[in-house]
């Protein structure tokens, strides 16, 4: 079992930053394909893909409505993950989450196992 809590979110105007972060505990990360998602959901929509990151080796994965304004970083130390969100757009706005998964850098919903309770992210224009 793992247990995953989210922190961070709140309300930004346009063009400002915050930082994510997911607080991991239990059977974490034992595998060289341990992998921390990112994943938000907007309202009325279906929940996609926002960036990954290999636990063990670093090595991370962006789509790329992010890429260039997003990091994924992780603390091994300490087992939280983090997600630093600059240049933030309206669009950003949705309840993001943090998943866990063993198969690598996924961006299907359904390779990963564990999930966080989400943070809800609000961008004002």
């Known amino acids: 079992q793992v247990q995953l809590v989210e922190s961070g979110g709140g309300l930004v105007q346009a063009g400002g930053s915050l930082r994510l972060s997911c607080a991991a505990s239990?059977?974490?990360?034992?595998?060289?394909?341990?992998?921390m998602g990112w994943f938000r959901q907007a309202p009325g929509k279906e929940r996609e893909f926002v960036a990954a990151?290999?636990?063990?080796?670093?090595?991370?994965y962006y789509t790329d409505s992010v890429k260039g304004r997003f990091t994924v970083t992780r603390d091994n130390a300490n087992n939280t993950g983090y997600l630093q969100m600059n240049s933030l757009k309206p669009e950003d706005t949705a309840v993001y989450y943090c998943?866990?998964?063993?198969?690598?850098?996924?961006?299907?919903?359904?390779?990963?196992?564990?999930w966080g309770q989400g943070t809800q992210v609000t961008v004002s224009s």
């Open positions: 998943a866990t998964t063993v198969y690598g850098l996924r961006s299907r919903t359904s390779d990963y196992f564990y």
């Open positions: 239990g059977r974490t990360f034992t595998s060289s394909y341990s992998t």
């Open positions: 990151i290999r636990w063990n080796y670093g090595d991370s």
